[in-house]
């Protein structure tokens, strides 16, 4: 069993650990059916999980839902929440989402500078690796 934070795949519907999901996996996920419930239905198995959604919107809010009330998962053992919420501001939602889960005193702090983005003291990253859009010349 993976020490540390825990990955179940829904490629598998297995634990996996952290250096098995690479160009191989991402690849393999994309290409087969998504194996969703069973990896939901595992998680659940294993221990009480608060899951997080970190995306643009929280597009699995609802088949996370309906997926864990058809398990029998109550939302006290497997709650939901998203970083990011369509037509809320993004850095209030994920400060809000890290203030609940941490209660750090400087997360309070910040999310209750309402006003301009320089008060957050945040850096854009322009380095970020591009996505790959084709894997037609991919050793995979």
């Known amino acids: 069993m993976p020490t540390g934070a825990l990955f179940v795949s829904s490629v598998t519907g297995e634990p996996i650990a952290s250096h098995e999901v690479g160009p191989f996996y991402w690849q393999s996920n994309l290409?087969?059916?998504?194996?969703?419930?069973?990896?939901?239905q595992r998680l659940g198995e294993t221990d009480k999980y608060?899951?997080?959604?970190?995306?643009p919107h929280s597009a699995l809010e609802l088949?996370?839902?309906q997926s864990c009330t058809k398990?029998?998962?109550?939302?006290?053992d497997m709650p939901y929440s998203a970083a990011?919420?369509?037509?809320?501001?993004?850095?209030?939602?994920i400060l809000g989402l890290a203030r609940k889960q941490c209660?750090?005193?400087?997360?309070?702090?910040?999310?209750?500078?309402?006003?301009?983005l320089t008060k957050y003291n945040y850096k854009v990253l322009y380095n970020l690796p591009t996505y790959r859009w084709s894997y037609e010349d991919s050793p995979l």
């Open 84 to 93: 990011i919420i369509r037509s809320k501001d993004s850095v209030e939602s």
């Open 31 to 40: 290409e087969n059916r998504a194996l969703f419930s069973d990896a939901l």
């Open 50 to 55: 608060h899951l997080i959604e970190l995306g």
């Open 103 to 116: 209660r750090f005193e400087k997360i309070n702090e910040l999310s209750m500078n309402k006003g301009s």
């Open 63 to 65: 088949p996370v839902k």
């Open 71 to 76: 398990l029998g998962i109550s939302e006290d």
